[in-house]
């Protein structure tokens, strides 16, 4: 099969990539592995992690239509009070995460509302559940990808003379031959001050597997899951506690904090304030990352708020799901920690009222598409990454180097981000490390391998680095990656330069990014701090 465009995974920013070309005209064929296109927002589970400013500016003008297509689709589709159906910045779950928190399976349906026009008309082909198994080079030329159907076998080798990787954790840079790096960088290539004194590639973040939860009445509890004294006795040296207990480092202090959970708070959902810079909001475990909130709908909606659990115990620190031989061994380790910790909440879990365990919760996989309860796909913080033009350092864009200077101002710049420096404790038995960011530019360069010519990134495997990767990897910047890789592809063939040139090249700069901006993809910050 032969396209202009080929988008390999269709996660957040796959979809952006494939949007973006084929609003430039191109014609696209998109691959995903799991059921849902969408990645981190749907078949990951997790509600989208964004900046404070986030509802005025310093997103991309498709991905602010993904977060109004949302709201939308509940004002249509759900019984909600009037209030809430009033209120211009509904936030469904009333999550603490994020000024959005919602249903997975509502972003599946906005995601596939957005593409469908080009399905209809045949420009776009989705190849779905397809996973990249193989590819053919000549010399720094990638000519074909061959990818496999999960549950047949059946293969499809695809050619394009652009093809962009928007896997979750960079399937294609090893396949092609493409120049990555994983896990730390060392303080000397790079003078990061977060970075440990020698490299370690095989220290990542950790993984998890989330899942939803409610509560009702009556005895919910099922079979003690396999594994399940181990990972109730597991605790980290790091950690203060066993890590099946309300105790956890603070991200920000790395002090022993003691978290809550009650169930179904008679709160107010339309008095929630959303705000990442005020807090990290996980001092409260039900309200976190909830993602529905039952009084926002007319009463008898919801017998229950629904909970989405992705909380510091849910972090799987045994080992890494990819560039290992036994990959598939920790991908299950980690589906085991999230079901023991399901089990212990409602077997263990230490109640206000002195009692033990919650036997009225839940899972609700019907929610996440899942038949198992958990998330049909693990949540990767972490992918392979580029060897790229460009490698963003920490030094770029924290707080503590650049203090009022801000981050550094990428003459290349095709779109903008925002977050804390939030890396999750890791395989190699790191703590948090969290840093004050400033709001910072995506460099083209960062989207450019240093050898190969025809691959781009399009997800969070451009360059950067272990720690700046902490804040690069979150939704609306992943979007954006996947927006400017896109675009990036169809400007190419238009032009019939490669995107080395376009970097390289000043005037060819600025017409790529004067149809970035055209798009709608804000290249710059107004005059604000970072936190």
Not at 80 to 103: D, F, Q
Not at 184 to 199: K, N, Y
Not at 231 to 257: E, H, I, V
Not at 360 to 383: F, H, N, T, V, W
């Amino acid at each position: 099969m032969h396209t202009e465009v080929l988008v390999v995974g269709g996660g957040l920013g796959g979809v952006a990539a494939a949007l973006s070309a084929l609003r430039a005209g191109r014609d696209v064929v998109m691959t995903e592995e799991y059921d849902w296109i969408g990645g981190q927002l749907t078949s990951q589970a997790v509600p989208p992690d964004e900046h404070t400013w986030v509802e005025q500016f310093g997103v991309t003008a498709s991905y602010r239509a993904l977060r109004d297509g949302i709201r939308d689709y509940y004002r249509r589709h759900y019984p909600l009070t009037e209030a809430s159906r009033a209120h211009p910045e509904l936030n469904p779950g009333a999550g603490y995460v994020s000024k959005l928190c919602h249903e997975p399976r509502v972003a599946v349906a906005v995601l596939e509302a957005m593409l469908a026009p080009y399905r209809a008309s045949r420009r776009l082909r989705i190849l779905q559940p397809y996973k990249p198994v193989d590819a053919t080079t000549d010399g720094d030329q990638v000519t074909s990808v061959t990818v496999q159907h999960r549950d047949t076998g059946d293969q499809l080798t695809l050619t394009a003379p652009y093809i962009l990787d928007a896997t979750e954790t960079g399937e294609l840079l090893p396949l092609t031959g493409t120049e990555y790096v994983t896990g730390f960088e060392s303080q000397a290539d790079t003078q990061e001050p977060s970075a440990p004194a020698t490299a370690q590639p095989l220290n990542m973040q950790a993984v998890s597997f989330c899942f939803a939860v409610d509560h009702v009445d009556g005895d919910q509890v099922g079979d003690k899951p396999a594994n399940y004294a181990f990972w109730r006795n597991y605790q980290p040296p790091f950690w203060g506690d066993r890590m099946l207990s309300w105790n956890a480092p603070d991200p920000r202090t790395l002090n022993t904090s003691r978290r809550t959970f009650t169930p179904n708070p008679d709160d107010d959902p339309l008095a929630v304030v959303a705000d990442q810079r005020r807090t990290g909001g996980d001092t409260n475990l039900w309200t976190f990352r909830r993602i529905a909130a039952r009084r926002h709908f007319q009463p008898g909606t919801y017998a229950s708020d629904i909970c989405l659990v992705n909380w510091p115990m849910i972090d799987y620190l045994e080992g890494n799901v990819f560039d290992v031989p036994d990959a598939d061994r920790h991908l299950q380790g980690a589906k085991e920690l999230s079901q023991a910790v399901f089990y212990w909440l409602q077997t263990e879990a230490p109640r206000p009222d002195g009692g033990t365990g919650f036997r009225g919760l839940r899972l609700r996989g019907d929610l996440l598409g899942s038949a198992d309860g958990l998330a049909q796909a693990p949540y990767i913080r972490e992918s392979r990454r580029i060897a790229a033009e460009y490698t963003v350092v920490e030094q770029d864009l924290s707080v503590a180097v650049r203090g009022d200077a801000g981050a550094v101002e990428y003459a290349d710049s095709v779109g903008i981000g925002m977050y804390r420096i939030d890396l999750h404790p890791s395989t190699g038995g790191d703590n948090y490390i969290d840093v004050a960011s400033s709001p910072f530019r995506i460099p083209l360069g960062a989207l450019i391998p240093r050898r190969v010519e025809n691959l781009l990134p399009a997800g969070k495997n451009l360059g950067t680095t272990h720690i700046t990767n902490g804040c690069y990897r979150l939704h609306p910047v992943e979007w954006n990656v996947g927006e400017a890789a896109g675009l990036l592809a169809a400007f190419c063939l238009d032009r019939g330069v490669s995107p080395r040139a376009v970097r390289a090249t000043p005037a060819l700069l600025s017409d790529f990014q004067a149809r970035l901006v055209a798009q709608g993809v804000e290249l710059s910050w107004p005059a604000i701090s970072g936190y």
